[in-house]
């Protein structure tokens, strides 16, 4: 319910944004669907793939081919986005959830540096290092604003997918497995299945931010399937809190203000963001999103002592 | 018959630690497994589920090998197991917990919290801050709500006050009374012999002798292999 709300607020801020506000705003939905996907595999069943950028990139790469060489309609191409990028997880999945954590890990790493690889040097087919450009999407799409509402809504479609997963038995099976695999399977829960769908979902949704970012950005290049791609949407969730339902989009939003700040004052923005992540997570690793549920809590508790003592 | 083990060696790594055991459990019975510390009642009844090596053998399920499922099918074909160490889901409330397992059959939500109304009243506490006799409540109602058709308890009583004890002996016996098979390795030859029907008694890891509950509680023999 209170997210339904959220969404309607955001939704009426649209028109007093500015242009560029609107395309940060966007931005900041794109990086907090991508972060929210992630934070599925890693809240939810403690896998930490090192990879998402292989699917935020296949689906921004499905999307830019299919607009430039296809000639598709944007909006067409993005259930195909998300179903291509499904079937990359499906595949990456398939070969890594067998590994154990560490490995899990660097086999995604690695399955995305192949596609990187791949797109870097594939000229014919994705134009290499000059990407595939000029994307606008026609008329109406191409603006602003209603982009602004596009994005908004795909953003709360697959945020309150995620919410109700996250209360459904096969959120329980997930949690479950990520306390005590043996246990769970004693109760007949197929581990390999479970995990092997949750990553599908995360990478699917993981290309449809992708999609949507590349057309935001009106260009594709290879740094999509890039490892500091993936490293962004770790980021997000470390500085909004992975604990936090909505932490990681909170972590996307705060991530991308600080960008813009200071990157109009200073050079050193990967100085500034490591020191802000040495900060947050010595001393506030539950993140801005923990941070800010304690401190509710903490009130409510203060005033239900005074409600009491008086 | 509900389980039949024949000729299973078992055990962990390269070492067996079960040797030539047959044991049976027919529909409807209840049957222990008795034994000192070691003896392996919790390999075998791991080795029914699949959690350690077999070497050679057979353990059938309603006429069925099982040797080379996975845990998770043979929970799903109606295998109930409720480990030892009761280890719940701890960052899952109780009612998480149970809903987690749930498959069709007799046993659902309501029917366990008619049968055990305690977790009732803590159907939204997470599962780590449960009392331990609470845990075990829960990791045996867990394996109920898989609608199990063979139940494999592994030392319930473990640890437990005596009161809790009894209403563990209670849950099982009423378990009994609908039909329920279940194999139970135990210690506490006071419970064992309140619930069992049949009883085989282990010694490193090979049976040393079995027969009637009843029998069993008054020989000498049995006493001095559990060296009570």
Known sequence: MRLLWLFLALALLGPWFSEYGLKLASEAFILGLYAMAFNLLFRQTGLLSFGQAAFFGLGAYTMALLVARGGWPFPATLPLAFLISALGALFIGFLSIRLSRIYFTMLTLAFAQLLYAVAHKWYAFTGGDNGITDLRPPGIWGESLFYYYVVLFLFALGVLFLWALERSPFGYALRALRDNRARAEAVGINAFGHLLLAFVISGALSGLAGALQGALQ????????????????????????????????????????????????????????????????????????????????????????????? | MSLRIEGLRAGYGEIPVLHDVNLEVREGEVVALLGRNGAGKTTLIKAVM????????????RGRELIHLPLFRRAQLGLGYVPDDRRIFPELTVRENLLVAQRPGRWNLEQIYRLLPRLKEIEHRKGGLLSGGEQQMLTIARTLMTNPQLLLLDEPTEGLAPLVVEEIARLVLELKGEGLPILLAEQNLKFTGQVADRAYVLETGEVRLEGEMEDLLHREEVAALLAL
């Open chain 1, 218 to 310: 009106r260009s594709v290049f290879p740094d999509y399937l890039f490892w500091t791609r993936s490293a962004e949407c770790i980021l997000a969730t470390i500085l909004g809190g992975s604990g936090v339902f909505l932490g990681p989009a909170i972590g996307a939003t705060v991530f991308l203000l600080l960008r813009v700040v200071v990157q109009a004052n200073t050079e050193y923005w990967p100085f500034f963001l490591g020191a802000l992540l040495l900060l947050m997570v010595l001393f506030f690793p539950k993140g801005l999103g923990g941070l800010a549920l304690e401190m509710a809590s903490r009130r409510l508790k203060g005033e239900r002592r005074g409600a009491s003592g008086s």
């Open chain 2, 50 to 61: 699949g959690m350690v090596r077999v070497f050679s053998g057979s353990v059938a399920y």
